[in-house]
């Protein structure tokens, strides 16, 4: 078997990447949902393997056939990216 080298981070880190309030992970917990974490005592950890996994799964890359589903009038409709945009309004007359 391969060793693969850990790499924990913490709830807020996560949250950063995952573009998430840490309270989001911290419900996803309590109601069994979100990336599998690892306890040890009070402090909550996320392997980023184990995440990355469970992004793949909730997440799945579009198939030929699901891409080939996706035409409308025999034009294929592209995949809407929808990362959320924060903006600044501080600069605003």
Same mark, same amino acid.
């Given at each position: 078997?391969?060793?693969?080298?850990?790499?924990?981070?913490?709830?807020?880190?996560?949250?950063?990447?995952?573009?998430? &309030?840490?309270?989001?992970?911290?419900?996803?917990?309590?109601? =069994?949902?979100?990336? +599998?974490?690892?306890? #040890?005592? /009070? *402090?909550?950890?996320?392997?980023?393997?184990?995440?990355?996994?469970?992004?793949?799964?909730?997440?799945?890359?579009? &198939?030929?056939?699901?891409?080939?589903?996706?035409?409308?009038? =025999?034009?294929?409709? +592209?995949?809407?990216? #929808?990362? /959320? *945009?924060?903006?600044?309004?501080?600069?605003?007359?």
């Amino acid at each position: 078997m391969t060793e693969r080298f850990i790499r924990l981070m913490t709830e807020r880190e996560l949250a950063l990447k995952l573009n998430v &309030k840490h309270t989001t992970l911290q419900q996803w917990r309590h109601n =069994g949902k979100g990336p +599998p974490y690892i306890k #040890m005592g /009070r *402090t909550v950890r996320y392997d980023a393997y184990e995440v990355q996994n469970w992004l793949e799964r909730v997440n799945p890359t579009p &198939k030929e056939q699901d891409v080939k589903a996706n035409q409308f009038g =025999g034009l294929e409709m +592209p995949r809407m990216n #929808m990362k /959320r *945009t924060r903006f600044n309004f501080d600069n605003v007359d």
